[in-house]
């Protein structure tokens, strides 16, 4: 049973922005913090964003700070990520999951992970 789909990617060019989006299942959802990763070839999958189920206290990892803007549609139990002013270094594929440890940034305290969806940027 799928339940997290990652939307959103493309290839863009250098500056450009994206949104990407996580639709969930409820119980999937309701209740949990939600994370943002993403994995470039050859690389570990890295965090890049997380947000509680009130949608406060967003996280993000330093190299996001500034360009990407984690939010969440509990009514529609969807999550976003705004990523601006893109670098090339920012391709990869990006996944969504839930937080399913005390909230940290490491991948193995995530599960539900979605099929990801890919980003490009080009120089």
């Known amino acids: 049973q799928v339940q997290l789909v990652e939307s959103g990617g493309g290839l863009v060019q250098t500056g450009d922005s994206l949104r990407l989006s996580c639709a969930a299942s409820?119980?999937?959802?309701?209740?949990?913090?939600m994370g943002w990763f993403r994995q470039a070839p050859g690389k570990e999958r890295e965090f890049v964003a997380r947000?509680?189920?009130?949608?406060?206290?967003?996280y993000y990892a330093e190299s996001m700070k500034g360009r990407f803007t984690i939010s969440r549609d509990n009514a529609k139990n969807t999550l976003y990520l705004q990523m601006n002013s893109l670098k090339s270094e920012d391709t990869a594929v990006y996944y969504c999951?839930?937080?399913?440890?005390?909230?940290?940034?490491?991948?193995?305290?995530?599960?539900?992970w979605g099929q990801g969806t890919q980003v490009t940027v080009s120089s």
């Open positions: 999951a839930k937080d399913v440890g005390p909230g940290t940034s490491l991948a193995y305290e995530y599960d539900s």
């Open positions: 409820r119980r999937t959802f309701v209740g949990y913090t």
């Open positions: 947000i509680t189920w009130s949608g406060g206290n967003p």
